[in-house]
């Protein structure tokens, strides 16, 4: 896999998807991009100036997270 903060995120499509939780700041939130064929990118709604996180297909699984619970297919 090629490095994944080398690939670019400019013009990515980001989804969201929120887990329910809330706190004073409102609901948390996620949002997930596909950045390359096995390659995502990962931010905090709260946070949409911070640099998203870098995951692989199988990373994601690992942790978890489904893409399809953001409308994205993996």
């Known amino acids: 896999m090629a490095d994944l903060y080398g690939l670019p995120i400019q013009g990515a ?16 939130c996620v949002t997930l991009a ?8 990962m931010g905090d709604s709260k946070r949409p100036d911070a640099e998203p996180l870098r995951f692989t297909t199988a990373e994601l699984n690992e942790a978890g997270v489904d ?7 993996a």
């Open 67 to 73: 893409p399809a619970r953001f409308g994205l297919s």
């Open 13 to 28: 499509e980001f989804h969201t998807a929120c887990g329910g939780n809330t706190h004073p700041d409102g609901e948390a």
């Open 34 to 41: 596909r950045i390359g064929p096995d390659a995502w990118a």
